[in-house]
Structure formats: structure tokens, C-alpha cells
């Protein structure tokens, strides 16, 4: 395990299909989900979350370079629409598996 001296900032980028684009792999979880015991579940939608860190704090300059990332390469703009937000080191989940 590596420590970091520097603070550590996490920006996150959430791409999810847009509305009216056809999502199967949502549509199987969906469908799996009653098969396993899980009731009321109306309806699933399957994205990618991204995790980038900086080192320092996020800034307008990097927060428009992640946002042209997202643009550029971890989204298709066609398909997806995305989110970036600023995610503090204190409101990380810990239960993440």
C-alpha cells in the first residue's frame, strides 16, 4: 500500500446509454433479477463510471479537461450521455466490493 503526502482529488465520470437507446445488458439484469429473489424492480439501465484522481485540487482547467476527455474517449456522444462530478475522499464508499 502506497501513502500519499499530497491531497488527492477523485473526479468521476458517469456514462450512461441515453433514454431512447436500446440497453440489453440492462434488459438481463433486469429480466435475472425477480429469478433471484429481488421483487419491484421496474426497470434497469447499465453504465460505465470512471475514477480519475489528481493530484492537488480540481479546478475549472480540470474539470474542462476531463469534460473533453469524457467527450473524446470515454463516452460515445451518439449513444451515451455522461456526468462529471467532483468526489471528495470522505464521501467515497467504504463498503465498495
Known sequence: MTTRLCDVARVVVA???????L?????????????????????????KRFE????????????AEVDQ????????????NYTVTVEDSESAPENAQ
Open 52 to 63: 480519475i484522481e489528481f493530484d492537488g485540487e480540481v479546478t475549472a482547467a480540470v474539470l
Open 23 to 47: 440497453d440489453p445488458q440492462g434488459k438481463a439484469v433486469q429480466g435475472a433479477l425477480p429469478r433471484l429473489g429481488f421483487a419491484g424492480v421496474t426497470d434497469v439501465r447499465q453504465g
Open 69 to 80: 476527455m469524457a467527450e473524446t474517449l470515454l463516452s460515445n456522444p451518439v449513444i451515451e
Open 15 to 21: 456514462v450512461m446509454p441515453k433514454p431512447e437507446i
